[in-house]
């Protein structure tokens, strides 16, 4: 054979190993060992893949495990291993590298690469971390994507453990869940029987759960133990691959599993938890294994989860969830009990898609399939005083792109520029919100507005409606005012920042039935007013019979002039509005009155 051609079939070779996938892993795994006493670790290639050599970087916890010495494994037999190096790095990290000598030499797995012996220094856990890993193809490259399973090392016998998988159907997405809120899940577990603290939160994480361990289905519980629920499933103690649970005998108990906000889930069996050996998958996904009486939905065929929408963790979906929970919470943004999806926010799905249909078992047929998309926009602003303050006064106007669609609930979202506003507008009494005509208080229509900070710079507005279908307030293609809001001023000369939150709105906005969506949500340009200060120098003459009110000029601005007969009373009356001019005349009157003035920018 020619040169040329053991190059092209060696590149074949290598093309064919880099197409596959290739994975090491750790056996046994676990491995439990009594505490001081030495034991061997196997290192292997799990694929059928041709190799040269590899160089693998691993960590362990030095408090639990020291290091002796590795060894080749049994799939170098008879090879000449000619670069054999082991390197202890740093405490709890060594690297092994192993080539084979020859042209056109090589390996196949799967097989065993590396024996690995430690001494066990004390009771305890470590993981066995695969750092790094590089194999290299017959021609000397690296194998792209090689895969890797941590080890799990038990030393001591006051431990059993178990591997087990659940859904949460809040989260769930396509067979696997959503994990948007891991940047706010907390290091300590929300429960009080277990409030262990883990030193962080890995990024496949969902949420934590809270597992409980019976001798009997309705036993008292033997063991209550916070896990970390991960993104495909599968369940694991903080800082492990798998439940592991200290002082807990070896035998079989019935799993529960509690959620924060989700009905719990128990197994339908005794399940097995060992002290050595393979620990078997109790997959809570299937209906086979769950028992009939928990809070379970079907998702998708064969596929089941815990059930969304027990707030108050008491095993019910009922009011108490929504009146004590999510009404206080719609439009919040943080870690909060109401917030079904898991999404992070507190919004009309969580009571519509999860609540509602949970507490009720409302057929998942919509009502109005296709019905229409919801446009909002803001109306014409305008600066007023209140109580010698002053707000920047604003509608929201609704539309429907098809005339007679009914409103159910929904959500507005409003960001604004905290140099004009200030921050966290309902916390510090900054804001008034009030239905607009739309939502019919003269016509008896039973709405509830629920205002809350969504973030420091954007506000949440729910408007609930908990009327019958066919009941609610009818829409038409011509904006009508939803709401109206007073934003209570903190600076002037700048402009309002005030924008509608399209992308956070899209999804959330419900006709009356509560299960139909508005699609789609579309949001106008931002009323992105400027502030101007109050007029100054304002003056009063007479002339003849005629009252003359005069002030500074603001450039760029218009006017507006309002009357009242009490300072203080909230009955001031716009007496004229668009004024080009720093001036206003009006017939003079000797009854007692009161006025301010405005000042609006020309856009």
């Not at 178990?162 to 159907?169: D, F, G, H, P, S």
């Not at 005339?403 to 959500?411: F, H, N, P, Q, S």
Request: proline share 6%.
């Amino acid at each position: 054979m020619n040169l040329k051609k053991l190059i092209l079939i060696l590149s074949l070779l290598a093309f064919a190993a880099g197409g596959i996938a290739v994975s090491v892993s750790s056996s046994p795994n676990p491995l439990v060992s009594p505490a001081n006493q030495p034991f061997v670790l196997a290192i292997n290639l799990d694929t059928a893949t041709q190799i040269r050599g590899c160089s693998i970087r691993m960590g362990f916890d030095p408090a639990v495990l020291s290091f002796t010495t590795a060894t080749k494994g049994s799939l170098f037999n008879g090879m000449p291993v000619n670069w054999w190096r082991i390197f202890n790095e740093s405490p709890g990290v060594i690297r092994i590298e192993a080539i084979i000598f020859g042209a056109g030499l090589y390996v196949t797995g799967p097989g065993n690469l590396i024996n690995l012996s430690f001494n066990s220094l004390a009771e305890g856990y470590s993981t066995l971390d695969f750092i790094t890993t590089e194999l290299y193809d017959p021609i000397g490259p690296v194998i792209p994507d090689v895969s890797s399973t941590a080890g799990n090392i038990i030393i001591g016998s006051n431990f059993s453990y178990a591997k087990a998988k659940c859904y949460l159907q809040g989260a769930y997405s396509n067979g696997l869940m959503r994990t948007d809120i891991n940047e706010i899940v907390p290091l300590t577990s929300p429960y009080p029987a277990n409030p262990i603290t883990a030193n962080s939160i890995p990024d496949d994480v969902v949420d934590w759960v809270l597992m409980e361990l019976r001798t009997i289905p309705t036993g008292a519980v033997v063991k209550s133990q916070s896990m970390f629920l991960h993104a495909d499933g599968q369940l694991s103690s903080p800082g492990k691959n798998l439940m592991l649970f200290p002082d807990t005998p070896a035998q079989n108990y019935y799993i529960k599993i509690k959620h924060r906000n989700h009905l719990p889930l128990i197994s339908s069996s005794a399940c097995s938890l060992v002290g050595s050996g393979n620990a078997p998958l109790y997959d809570f996904s299937l209906s086979s294994n769950i028992n009939p009486q928990s809070g379970a939905v079907l998702l998708e065929p064969n596929v089941y989860a815990l059930a969304a929408g027990d707030a108050n963790q008491d095993g019910l979906i009922n009011n108490l969830d929504k009146n004590q929970y999510w009404r206080i919470q719609a439009g919040q943004q943080a870690y909060l009990a109401a917030d079904f999806d898991l999404d992070g926010q507190v919004f009309p799905n969580d009571l519509n898609a999860y609540w509602r249909l949970n507490s009720t078992n409302i057929p998942g047929n919509p009502s109005y399939p296709g019905a229409s998309g919801l446009e909002l926009s803001f109306s014409e602003p305008e600066i007023v005083t209140l109580n010698a303050e002053r707000y920047l006064k604003i509608d929201i106007l609704a539309s429907a792109t098809a005339a007679g669609a009914r409103l159910g609930t929904g959500i507005i979202l409003i960001d604004y520029n905290t140099t004009a506003f200030g921050e966290y507008l309902k916390a510090n009494s900054a804001v008034i919100v009030s239905k607009g005509d739309l939502l019919g208080i003269s016509q008896g229509l039973v709405y509830a507005l629920i205002t809350n900070d969504n973030q420091s710079n954007r506000l949440g507005i729910t408007y609930e409606y908990f009327g019958a279908a066919n009941a609610g307030a009818i829409l038409q293609t011509s904006p009508q005012q939803l709401l109206s809001l007073k934003l209570k001023l903190a600076a002037e000369n700048c402009f309002s920042g005030l924008a509608l939150v399209q992308e956070d709105m899209d999804s959330q906005a419900y006709l009356d039935d509560n299960f139909s969506l508005f699609d789609p949500v579309l949001a106008s340009d931002t009323e992105n007013c400027y502030l101007p200060s109050r007029p100054q120098g304002i003056s009063q003459r007479t002339e003849g019979n005629t009252m003359i009110l005069a002030w500074e000029t603001i450039p760029g601005c218009s006017y507006s002039v309002y009357s009242a007969d009490s300072p203080v009373a909230d009955t001031w009356s716009q007496e004229v509005t668009g004024l080009l001019e720093p001036t206003w005349a009006a017939p003079l009157t000797y009854n007692k009155r009161f006025y301010y003035v405005t000042a609006e920018y020309i856009r």
